[in-house]
């Protein structure tokens, strides 16, 4: 049972590019989650689904795009990356909401932007 | 404005003693509180959680305390092993109210054998 998988583990990007950071669970879960994690700070959510065709921002949505055509699948779009966007993102899936289950990570994409 | 401190960045411990990590919150309305742990190159796991309707939740050694008068909730790791060595995070939300719960900081917790 492989769990939350993200996909590269590591990118280097140069300012202006844009790239696509994958994400898929196998276990059926209807939530799923992207969050970013700068040095010394907590997680931050990039935005979130609660199902198959339904997406929403979170507390940081700005210069990501996100889409959920599958249950299983949730990819997080960078259109023109920024310095800014140097990060560790973190994807998650949860079988209920927030408020009644907790999540479950994959392993990070680390993306330096220069 | 941080709702959630970690003021701790970084603990050290002797291996069979107690480890208490702390958090402290600024939003009465935070009713289920998490903790995850993080070990590095991996993502964090749910490590334990509280709703407010207790003040006290175990499983195995670790124990989660949630004081509600003093917005603090703190963790306990009895006896520490060296394998708790990781980074700790404490995530607050509202029970039913959307998904963007809060995460501490963490705090670096160092268990020397």
């Known amino acids: 049972n492989a769990g939350v998988t993200q996909t590269p583990k590591f990118r280097i990007l140069k300012i202006g590019q844009s790239m696509t950071l994958q994400c898929t669970q196998d276990?059926?879960?209807?939530?799923m989650y992207w969050y970013r994690q700068d040095p010394g700070m907590g997680l931050k959510l990039i935005y979130y689904s609660v199902g198959a065709g339904i997406t929403d921002k979170g507390e940081v949505p700005n210069g990501y795009n996100v889409s959920r055509s599958t249950t299983e699948d949730f990819p997080l779009r960078l259109e023109l990356a920024a310095p800014s966007q140097t990060s560790v993102y973190f994807c998650?899936?949860?079988?209920?909401?927030?408020?009644?289950?907790?999540?479950?990570f994959g392993n990070g994409t680390r993306l330096t932007v220069t | 404005d941080q709702q959630v401190k970690q003021n701790s960045p970084s603990l050290s411990v002797q291996e069979g003693r107690i480890s208490i990590l702390n958090c402290d919150y600024t939003n009465s309305m935070f009713d289920y509180f998490l903790w995850y742990k993080k070990y590095p190159a991996e993502g964090p796991t749910f490590l334990i959680s509280i709703s407010s309707i207790k003040d006290k939740n175990e499983d195995g050694r670790f124990t989660v305390f949630l004081n509600k008068s003093a917005k603090h909730l703190s963790l306990h790791i009895v006896p520490s092993q060296p394998g708790d060595s990781a980074v700790y995070f404490c995530?607050?939300?509202?029970?039913?109210?959307?998904?963007?719960?809060?995460f501490g900081p963490g705090t670096r917790l160092s268990v020397l054998p």
């Open positions: 998650a899936s949860s079988s209920r909401d927030r408020g009644n289950s907790p999540l479950h």
């Open positions: 995530d607050l939300g509202v029970h039913n109210y959307g998904q963007n719960f809060v």
């Open positions: 276990m059926n879960h209807n939530y």
